[in-house]
């Protein structure tokens, strides 16, 4: 009696774990394509008209010369930023 009981509550509570899980990384997701990265606002400022070539090419290295940085001090490699056209 109390076999078939446990079976349906495993299973219940099995289920809730899972939804629980995919509705946690479906928020996630949403709230990371909300995020935009400091590269994206310097691109969409330039496409905008708001800076000139030069400014955005100087903000483009300070950002990435940051990453870079950043990847330093956490081992990583680095981030070489284009050559200039």
Not at 8 to 23: D, F, K, L, N, S
Not at 28 to 53: C, F, M, N, P, Q
Request: hydrophobic share 40%; with cysteine; charged share 25%.
């Amino acid at each position: 009696m109390i076999e078939p009981i446990l079976i349906v509550g495993i299973a219940i509570a099995c289920t809730a774990w899972y939804m629980q899980h995919i509705w946690r990384r479906r928020r996630a997701r949403k709230k990371a394509l909300h995020h935009s990265t400091g590269l994206e606002v310097l691109a969409a400022r330039y496409a905008r008209g708001e800076i000139d070539r030069t400014e955005y090419l100087q903000k483009r290295d300070d950002i990435l010369a940051s990453y870079a940085g950043g990847a330093q001090q956490l081992g990583g490699a680095q981030v070489s930023s284009p050559s200039r056209a």
